[in-house]
């Protein structure tokens, strides 16, 4: 007995005794009364110090595991071991629809495996060799100086103050007219547009986006129940005319949009355009979800305000956003801003479905923005992010033979191939070569864009990028001329 102990590196030892021996009664394999080895005795067999045997006994008998004998030494408390009966339930048969959707649409489940050896172009989130780490622990020890009694406490639901306070300034700053607007913080964007289709009253359960856009929205959008209307991406945005036929034909209950480096296109709407599509909304009374996640990352061309800018003090843009794919997406921080009277009844959303978004990670954040961090942290990482663009745009041009390649910024290229190829067969075809990527159609409202791909460039060094893009061209010649 004993002779399965074993000791693993950075943990003490008492607490991987305790639990072990804990484990040895809950299981069974000590019972009750029984007479544990003496604390010189376990040491010496254990090879371990006898005031580590000591400690860990302590903890057993202050927690009712054991208990001492003056004189005799220690035993085994009685504790509940009774087993009853197992059966096997079939949990398929008791999950709800929407579960079974859920897990159906479950991309990283389903997907294909790949590891690390290969060149994956499917995340555009940021490149973790960028990450300030110094800055933001000296921001964490900042803030835990100041208050870290409050960080680690309950927080409240609307989010912590400073950090709503900050981003409100930030959107005035970016053009936003913040008076009779408020600030919800989210477990980053997800959480955000969940809140908003949960609360949002369902009248026609229509709704119109971009086709192709972000596939995280399309989950949502199946699994709240909603039909889902697609206006097709000129170069410059959506197509207006389209756009004004399904306004004019159907009602809806919003639209949702990613005007700035869109997902999965990386198309920047033209101001001309974001003005059209304001206008178009304003008559029609209609709410607009805009989701603003990648605007820092503008490579080149002047700075187009958003579609909460262009809103004026007009409250029908519910403008989503988060720092996850320019800084730390670890963090799960973003922010709903929208009418005052909306946001307060998101928070009571937000409170009865996950209380509060961490504390301790917004004060962080906060502190790390307002020390000014973030500003030499995005110049550093729009260098990087712009070389890599142009690079991936060059071998794009050089290796690929595409119908259509579009991305004006962002972390990712969305490529559009001859009508006849299938992008799922092609990615077959690069998996047994090393390389893989998203195949366009889980982008798009009706399953089509079979011949599209994108490709996200921001974690893959500049050998990757190039090696990555040869694979994907000579795959296509070889396979389909060209």
């Known amino acids: 007995m004993f002779n399965d102990f074993k000791i693993t590196e ?11 021996l804990k484990r040895m009664i809950t299981n069974g394999h000590l019972i009750e009364n029984q007479k544990l080895p003496s604390t010189r005795e376990l040491s010496s067999l254990l090879s371990i110090s006898r005031n580590t045997v000591l400690t860990a006994y302590a903890d057993l008998e202050q927690e009712g595991l054991i208990y001492a004998v ?57 490149d973790e060799k960028l990450f300030d780490v110094g800055n933001f622990k000296r921001a964490f020890l900042n ?60 009248k026609n359960g229509r709704v119109l986006c971009e086709n192709p856009t972000n596939d ?9 129940g909603f039909e889902i209307d697609g206006i097709e991406m000129d170069n410059d945005g959506v197509n207006i005319r389209q756009l004004e036929t399904l306004l004019s034909k159907k009602e809806y209950d919003f639209a949702y949009l990613i005007p700035s480096y869109h997902n999965p296109t990386g ?14 909304f304003s008559a029609y009374q209609l709410p607009i979800i805009e989701n603003g996640f990648n605007e820092e990352l503008r490579y080149s061309g002047s700075h187009l305000a958003s579609l909460a800018s262009f809103a004026g003090q007009g409250n029908n843009v519910i403008y989503i956003s988060s720092f996850s794919k320019i ?29 509060h978004t961490s504390t301790l990670d917004q004060a962080v954040l906060y502190q790390y923005l307002n020390d000014g961090y973030f500003e030499k942290y995005l110049k550093k990482a729009k260098s990087v992010y712009k070389r890599k ?35 799922r067969k092609l990615l077959e075809k690069c998996y047994q070569k090393g390389v893989v990527f998203l195949p366009g159609n889980i982008f798009h409202t009706d399953n089509s864009g079979h011949h599209t791909l994108r490709l996200g460039f921001s974690r893959l060094t500049e050998r990757e990028i190039i090696d990555g893009i040869k694979i994907i061209g000579d795959t296509l010649k070889n396979n389909y001329g060209g």
């Open 389 to 423: 663009h142009e690079l991936t745009v060059h071998y794009c041009q050089q290796f690929i033979p595409f119908k259509r390649l579009t991305g004006d910024g962002g972390l990712h290229l969305f490529i559009e191939l001859e009508d006849h190829i299938d992008a």
């Open 327 to 355: 800084l730390f997406p670890g963090l799960r921080v973003g922010w709903i801003l929208a009418d005052k009277e909306l946001i307060n009844f998101l928070e009571s959303m937000k409170r009865a479905r996950t209380i």
């Open 143 to 202: 803030r835990m100086s100041m208050e870290g009694d409050i960080v680690l406490n309950y927080g409240y639901a609307k989010g912590y103050q400073p950090l709503i306070e900050y981003l409100l300034h930030y959107m005035e700053i970016k053009g936003v007219d913040t008076r009779n607007k408020d600030i919800l913080i989210t477990n980053g964007f997800t959480e955000g547009l969940d809140l908003i289709l949960s609360s949002l009253t369902k």
């Open 267 to 280: 198309i920047v709407t033209s101001s001309q355009k974001r003005k059209e599509i304001m206008d178009l």
């Open 10 to 20: 950075n943990r003490p030892i008492y607490i991987q005794l305790k639990e072990y």
């Open 70 to 126: 003056k004189g005799k030494g220690n035993f085994v408390s009685r504790v509940e071991t009774f087993k009853s009966l197992s059966i096997q339930l079939n949990w398929t048969d008791k999950v709800n629809e929407q579960t079974l959707l859920a897990d159906e649409l479950d991309l990283k489940k389903h997907g294909m495996r790949w590891n690390k050896e290969f060149i994956s172009f499917n995340s555009i989130a940021p």
């Open 216 to 224: 995280s929205a399309l989950k949502l959008f199946r699994l709240h």
